[in-house]
């Protein structure tokens, strides 16, 4: 999957079973540290907290990011700081307090002090071997790991952000296998091991692995897909086996180089199975209240726990492992319950109201330097027999930044069965919704109906079964003021659904090539689904949508041809995706074949026509010889690439079965998808 439609979350929107995670973290971490060392992998819970860091701050930015079209570096680092520093503040200052009156071992240094209070305590701590930090506190180490990611990652973001996301995930990647690299270039001229373990440059790839989990497979962010609990099993056993493997293995030379790459590649999908299992038993665990709870403390949890560990281990040393883990987590949950209480949730609401103080600035067009002059553009789709594809679309037209003057329905179902979904949208949208029947079985017809309804200055197209993030709208119209166009096409990403055939996934066979933003968009690749056009040029042509097309489809880039004819600057813009789920119907060899000729179909029929230039007796021969030879080629190429892959053999296949339909319209005969 390439993206979808974040517009479905809210920006505040909590994600399920991650509190339930750090839960299962910080008692790894607690039970290490409490005299579990030999039983219990204590590092595995930090690991286990750099993937989730990566993963929860990397959804948050994409969903900043579909909202905003950028990020607000100022406000995500205050709130990075409102989160992070003023827990930090108590417990160190309580640690302070408690070393000077003796109650725990140690002391700070200036400097360490400063390492704790500005996040270089990892390579203090490095250099120093935990001197000049209270007992206990050397947990530090990770928290700057962390806070480093957080301080240089938003820049990397800003670029991966533009990327789409199989790109972004494969750029992060290449920077985790160079993190393994730099870790055996350290490792082989016997580099100690608390530099590989703790440093930022040596450690990072965790949280990188939990970035490309956020970009590659989001299940916050993508519809979830249909449940395959055997291969999910196995997927989970694997994981599992990997991690066991990890602990299991002594040999130093692995410990510190693979062993890290394998933990977090193991621990990615297990966090991706406990998003996507959160309301089933296999899930639902993590979300009871009482994990949850501890989820929700565990920053404190994880600052203060070894200190009362060692606290309670230095003044009552005989009092055996069970007692002083007991002590120690009453110790803690005394600090923590109170930390939260009165400083992590006041400043949370302080975090919520600078959020959606900056988000209605964005969505009121106050944080916009260039505000667009008044543009009225009318929303027209067609539809037929898709009710609830059709509402999810009527509802992401409801959050647009940029509100449509109003949205006009036609249905193509003589049964009028989109009716109680419009009426239900018009309830709650602030614009006219206008719905009618078009009772003949024509799609040219059903689309003519809505240009006949509309009365805007600007029509945008779009199909029932697409979803628009919330500043769609309004980039088509930014892109046609900046490029003094009549038109602008955008892309249609599809989502194909993880239960599609491994082939299909891989091939990129539903999507469709892409241009530069602003590129004029040539007279083959026109296409709807995604586009905007001036009114009174759309509505010169008559007809708009020609009727013949109406059972074959093809009326779309017939109507563009004709409107660059006529003069029109239709251009690209690539910032204005709208996303398609595919159909299950359509995860087969047969609809993409049966797809591809029908395009092919379309091509040549715009051809005879004359909308790519003058039909002459040596153009229809030379189009006619070309699809003969294109045909034959590709066949033999699909035979070819078969061993290389089932993806690359369709890929050929579909090449065929277009230049197949454009030799089937010479000899007059037409698929009639929408028959």
């Not at 599992?240 to 002594?250: A, E, F, P, W, Y």
């Not at 005394?334 to 600035?361: G, I, M």
């Not at 009426?423 to 709650?428: I, Y």
């Not at 989502?495 to 040539?522: C, H, K, N, T």
Request: proline share 7%; with cysteine.
């Amino acid at each position: 999957m390439s993206a979808t439609a974040l517009s479905a979350h809210k920006p505040s929107e909590a994600i399920a079973s991650l509190d339930g995670i750090r839960a299962v973290a910080v008692s790894l971490v607690f039970l290490s540290h409490g005299g579990l060392g030999r039983f219990v992998p204590g590092g595995l819970g930090v690991t286990i907290f750099f993937v989730l860091s990566g993963f929860l701050i990397t959804t948050l930015m994409r969903r900043e990011h579909a909202r905003s079209g950028t990020l607000e570096l100022g406000a995500f680092y205050l709130r990075r700081w409102l989160r992070l520093m003023p827990p930090l503040f108590v417990v160190v200052a309580g640690v302070a307090l408690a070393a000077a009156l003796g109650l725990v071992q140690g002391e700070f240094s200036p400097l360490g002090l400063l390492a704790v209070l500005f996040y270089f305590g990892n390579y203090f701590v490095i250099a120093t071997d935990f001197a000049g930090l209270p007992a206990g506190l050397g947990v530090v180490w990770s928290l700057a790991v962390e806070e480093h990611y957080y301080v240089v990652f938003p820049l990397l973001a800003l670029a991966l952000l533009g990327m789409r996301p199989a790109r972004a995930a494969a750029v992060l990647g290449a920077l985790c296998v160079a993190i393994l690299g730099w870790r055996v270039a350290l490792f082989l001229p016997g580099t100690p091991e608390p530099y590989i373990g703790m440093a930022t440059d040596t450690r990072a790839d965790a949280i990188l692995v939990g970035c490309l989990l956020a970009f590659l497979r989001n299940p916050a962010l993508e519809p979830i897909a249909p449940e395959r609990p055997r291969r999910d099993l196995a997927l989970a056993l694997a994981c599992l086996g990997v991690l066991l493997m990890t602990l299991v293995i002594r040999n130093e030379a692995f410990r510190q180089t693979l062993r890290y790459t394998l933990q977090g590649v193991a621990i990615a999908p297990l966090i991706w199975l406990a998003v996507v299992y959160a309301r089933r038993p296999a899930g639902s665990w993590l979300n009871l209240a009482p994990v949850a709870y501890l989820g929700t403390i565990s920053y404190t949890v994880y600052l203060v726990h070894h200190v009362m560990l060692d606290a309670v281990a230095w003044h009552w040393p005989a009092l055996g492992a069970a007692p002083t883990l007991l002590a120690g987590a009453v110790l803690t949950l005394a600090v923590a319950e109170p930390v939260r209480r009165y400083v992590e949730q006041p400043c949370a609401r302080l975090r919520r109201r600078l959020h959606e103080r900056a988000a209605h600035a964005r969505d009121t067009g106050v944080a916009h330097a260039t505000p667009l002059p008044p543009i009225a553009i009318s929303v027209c789709i067609a539809t037929h027999r898709r009710p609830e594809r059709l509402a999810a679309l009527l509802e992401d037209l409801r959050w647009q930044r940029l509100p449509p003057h109003e949205v006009v329905v036609v249905d193509n179902d003589v049964e009028g069965s989109a009716a109680a979904v419009v009426a239900r949208a018009r309830a709650r949208a602030p614009y006219p919704i206008r719905y009618a029947v078009e009772p003949r079985k024509n799609i040219a017809h059903a689309r003519n109906g809505t240009v006949a309804m509309s009365r805007g200055t600007w029509l945008a197209f779009v199909d029932d079964d697409e979803r628009a993030s919330p500043k769609w709208l309004e980039t088509l119209a930014r892109a046609a003021m900046r490029y003094g166009a009549h038109g602008v096409l955008g892309p249609v990403e599809p989502i194909v659904p993880e239960s599609a055939p491994r082939w299909l996934q891989r091939g990129g066979l539903y999507a469709f090539a892409r241009l530069r933003s602003g590129e004029p968009v040539p007279l083959n690749r026109m296409r709807f689904g995604n586009v905007l056009l001036s009114a009174p040029l759309v509505r010169a042509q008559q007809p708009v949508f020609d009727p013949r097309y109406g059972l074959t489809g093809g009326e779309d880039g017939d109507l563009l041809a004709r409107l660059v004819h006529a003069g029109a600057r239709i251009v690209w813009c690539d910032d204005a995706p709208v996303h398609e789920p595919v159909d299950a119907s359509r995860l087969s060899l047969r609809w993409l074949l049966l797809r591809a000729l029908r395009g092919g179909q379309d091509f040549a029929r715009h051809a005879l026509a004359g909308r790519y230039g003058p039909p002459t007796a040596t153009r229809r021969a030379l189009l006619l010889l070309r699809a003969l030879a294109q045909a034959g080629l590709a066949l033999l190429l699909a035979l070819i690439c078969l061993p290389a892959g089932r993806h690359h053999a369709a890929h050929w296949l579909a090449r065929a079965s277009a230049n197949l339909g454009k030799l089937s319209a010479f000899l007059g005969w037409h698929y009639r998808e929408y028959a």
